[in-house]
Each structure stands twice: as structure tokens, then as C-alpha cells.
């Protein structure tokens, strides 16, 4: 069959070190080792691998490789990925690496080194494109606090966004969080980086360390939880979004559908993912995979990626996708019955705001599991967060010669908060919206329509 592709790119250490865990558990979905060759046993693992792999044969042995860039500023991160367990699944000439590194600055990963690298990066990615049949778009995976992954992610989106206009980008780009890092002018970085994914993704799916961290703590039991396993958790929710561009299924997608399903207003494109069940492997016996259970768990602020409080917003939309043996009416009764017990939650003016996708295939080692995209208001906390550490640093210009070192304008600073400050008032009118809205919406579509 067919398969709509896309290309994988993970830039610096968070996007290279999520990568490889992503990798890894693809490769156990899809009966694959780790060298790519299949030793699967269920037909349907293959159907639509070519979504993210390239079948390769030599001499006479079929291969599976990875549609994905391995992009840095510094090789550290890289090497150590190419060395390791997975390294030679990737075709060499799909690592990039630059030096000496941005040293967290967000400017040298945009305006100065990641520019040097941008344009021979651009190459093997295009070569990758070319390779496509259909492709239907990109996803970055990358940090927000650092400054390869931020800076150069952004303008890497920026050039695609030219090159490829007409294709998807999402990203999925993780939020810094006090409890994890302590560098201190990552509000700058994840700033900077938001005010340019306003304008250059089509989708982000936003992953706070924060949230990680409570979740490892919490649910699972980890008392002090590594990256490894935040980028554990990371991986079953990209897994759990691809399930149904990866197999076949009731209601398939393709990103494109996802982002017009989730997507009501273009800037409102953070995305809050959340993961059922989620347990430590001890409790995994005593768990139980009712499907209104795992529909409850989607929803509670407990399984959120985000470190934000639904019950403080209101779903605009949100997607659902249960994976295993799970009949559809079971499934869209649960959710239907969640929304009508919550229906303050749920923002009434847009009609069947919450869609349900089914796919046979478990991930690997369970029966049942569910993962839900979410576009809600209370997303707004997570920029507040971010913004109110950003405007203390700001306005005592402190680290900006870090910045203004590597040519950039103060400006440009301004920009950002004032672009991020906007979004939080959006995210809050649409909140506090009620039936006047409906009005609102009509106007919107009917420019677009003139447009
Ligand atoms: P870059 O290499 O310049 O892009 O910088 P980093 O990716 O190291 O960015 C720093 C931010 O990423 C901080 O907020 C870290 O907490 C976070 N980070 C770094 N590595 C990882 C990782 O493997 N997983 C997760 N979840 N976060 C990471």
C-alpha cells in the first residue's frame, strides 16, 4: 500500500536524544531490529512502513532506513548516537554536525553558526524529499531552551517553510522546565522559538519537561527521573499519534487531516498530548483497560504532557486515537459520555470537536493504550510561565550581550513578548467565549472564504 511520508528531523541534544527513544520504539512496532532488517511476524507491521522508512535492498537483503535527518551544532550528541545500539540504521550521510556548539544561545544556532550549516542541511534533506512519492510533510523534533534544537530548528522550519510550502511541518518541542534544567536564559531561547513557530509550523505538539518530570515522579514511581526516561514517555506519545499514519485502521489519516481536525484558528496550533494508561510496571497486573477508563485518564490533568490545568480552559478540540482490541462504539460512547459530564469544559460552539480513531495494533507489551492531542485554552499557562521568567530577565537586560553579540536586535526580543503576550489573549477570548463567538468564527471563515 501506499504510504503518505515523512520526514523525520531531530536537532541538538533533546531532539537527537527523544529521536533515538522514538526510534527504537518504532523499530519494536514495526517487528524491526536494530539494524532495520524485518523479523516481524504480523503483515500489517509492514503495510505502511514506508511512512517512515525507505526499503532499501543489498545484496539480496531488504532493509529498512530511517526518513530522518541527525542534526547538531556540536558532534557530541551525534557521535554518541552514531556509536551506539541504533547509529547504523541511519544512513551516514544523514548526520550533520557543525561546531564548536551554541552554548544554549539561541541566537548562535539562528543568526550565526546554524546558518554557516543551514544550507548543505538543506541538501540532504531535499535528497530525502526527492525519495518521497507523496510526501505529506515534515516533524521536527527539538527543544525550546537550548540553542541548536531552538535556534536552528527555527530557522531550519523558516527554510522549509519556503522551499516546501505546500507540505506539513509540525513539530514536537519541548518546553524547559525549572525542575529539569538550570540554565538560565532558556525563557529567552523558548521565547524567541515561539514567536517564530507562530508563523512557521502548522502544528506543535508541546511536551514541558515539567510535566515529564511529574509524571515520572508521580505514576511511575521513578524517584529521580533521567532523560532517558522523560524521552520514554516522549516516544509512546509520538508513537501513539503516528499509530494510525503507521497502520492501517478505521478513520486513517494523514497529518494534514489531523491539524484541520484540531487546528480551528491557525496561530492556536500548540497541541497538548496526553498518554493512557500510565502506571509503574509493578501496578501493570492490577491495571484496568476499560475503555471509559482510559477515556477518563486522557482527559485528567494527571496524564497531560503539559504542566497546565484543563479545568482551567476549555477544549476547543481534541483528537483521540485507542489503539488495541477496543470497538469503535465503545469508544466513541466513552468519549461522547466524558464531554457531556464535562461539557463546561468543551467549548459548545464547535460541532463535533472531539474525534475518536481506532487502530487493531497495541503498543508493544500492552493490550490497550490510548493517546489524545488536545487544542485547549488552558495551554495559555504554560507561555504565561515562560513569559513572566522571560519579561523579569528582560527587563534588567540581563545575558542579553549574548545575544546582541551575535548581531541580534534587542528588538527582536520586544517582538517575541509582545507576539507571545497576544497568543495568551487569544487562547483567553476564546475561553471566555460563549455564543457571540459563533459570530465571530462566521466572520473568520467568510474573510477566509473572500480571501
Ligand atoms: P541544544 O543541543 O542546543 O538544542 O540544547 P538542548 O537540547 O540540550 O536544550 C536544553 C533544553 O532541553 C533544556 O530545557 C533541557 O532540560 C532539555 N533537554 C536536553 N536533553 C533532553 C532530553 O534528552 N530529553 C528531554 N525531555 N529534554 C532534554
Not at 516481524?40 to 531488504?62: A, H, M, N
Not at 475503555?291 to 504542566?307: G, H, I, M, P, Y
Not at 464547535?350 to 480513531?357: Q, T
Amino acid at each position: 500500500m501506499a504510504s503518505r511520508e515523512i520526514i523525520n528531523l531531530q536537532v541538538g541534544q533533546a531532539g537527537n536524544q527523544v529521536g533515538e527513544a522514538f526510534w527504537n520504539m518504532l523499530l519494536a512496532e514495526h517487528g524491526l531490529d536494530q539494524s532495520g532488517r524485518y523479523q516481524g511476524s504480523d503483515p500489517l507491521q509492514l503495510q505502511r512502513i514506508g511512512t517512515y522508512f525507505i526499503e532499501v535492498e543489498s545484496q539480496g537483503e531488504k532493509r529498512y532506513v530511517p526518513r530522518s535527518t541527525q542534526i547538531d551544532l556540536e558532534a557530541g550528541v551525534c557521535n554518541r548516537l552514531r556509536s551506539g545500539p541504533i547509529g547504523g540504521l541511519f544512513r551516514p550521510d544523514t548526520y550533520v554536525t557543525g561546531q564548536p556548539g551554541a552554548g544554549n544561545n539561541w541566537a548562535k544556532g539562528f543568526y550565526t553558526e546554524g546558518a554557516e550549516l543551514v544550507d548543505s542541511l538543506l541538501e540532504v534533506i531535499r535528497q530525502q524529499a526527492e525519495a518521497c512519492e507523496v510526501l505529506q510533510g515534515f516533524q521536527l523534533l527539538h527543544s525550546l531552551g537550548g540553542g541548536s534544537g531552538a535556534g536552528l530548528g527555527c530557522l531550519l522550519l523558516s527554510k522549509l517553510r519556503e522551499e516546501f510550502p505546500d507540505r506539513m511541518l509540525a513539530t514536537f518541542s519541548v518546553l524547559p522546565s525549572p525542575k529539569v534544567s538550570e540554565t538560565v536564559v532558556e525563557p529567552y531561547n523558548a521565547m524567541l522559538s515561539v514567536h517564530q513557530l507562530l508563523d512557521t509550523s502548522d502544528l506543535s505538539i508541546c511536551i514541558d519537561n515539567e510535566a515529564l518530570y511529574n509524571i515520572a515522579t508521580g505514576a511511575l514511581k521513578i524517584k529521580q527521573p533521567a532523560f532517558p526516561d522523560l524521552n520514554q514517555l516522549i516516544s509512546k506519545v509520538m508513537c501513539g499519534i503516528s499509530t494510525s499514519l503507521r497502520f492501517p485502521g478505521q478513520l486513517n489519516g494523514d497529518l494534514r487531516k489531523l491539524g484541520m481536525n484540531l487546528i480551528p484558528f491557525p496561530r492556536l496550533h500548540f497541541l497538548m498530548p496526553s498518554y493512557a494508561p500510565m502506571y509503574d510496571t509493578k501496578a501493570q497486573a492490577y491495571q484496568g483497560t476499560k475503555v471509559s477508563e482510559l477515556t477518563q485518564a486522557l482527559f485528567d490533568r494527571k496524564n497531560l504532557f503539559v504542566a497546565c490545568d484543563p479545568r482551567f480552559g476549555r477544549y476547543l478540540t481534541a483528537a483521540t486515537i485507542f489503539r488495541g482490541s477496543v470497538a469503535s462504539r465503545e469508544a466513541e460512547y466513552a468519549v461522547l459520555d466524558l464531554q457531556k459530564r464535562n461539557a463546561a469544559h468543551f467549548a459548545e460552539w464547535i460541532p463535533d470537536n472531539v474525534s475518536v480513531s481506532l487502530c487493531s495494533v497495541p503498543p508493544v507489551g500492552q493490550k490497550q493504550a490510548a493517546t489524545a492531542l488536545a487544542n485547549s485554552t488552558a495551554i495559555q499557562e504554560l507561555f504565561t510561565r515562560t513569559q513572566d521568567t522571560f519579561t523579569a530577565m528582560f527587563k534588567r537586560r540581563a545575558f542579553l550581550h549574548w545575544y546582541t553579540g551575535e548581531g541580534m536586535d534587542p528588538m527582536e526580543f520586544s517582538e517575541a513578548e509582545s507576539n507571545v503576550q497576544d497568543l495568551v489573549s487569544e487562547y483567553q477570548q476564546y475561553q471566555e467565549a460563549g455564543a457571540d463567538l459563533e459570530e465571530l468564527v462566521e466572520d473568520e471563515v467568510y474573510e477566509d472564504e473572500e480571501e
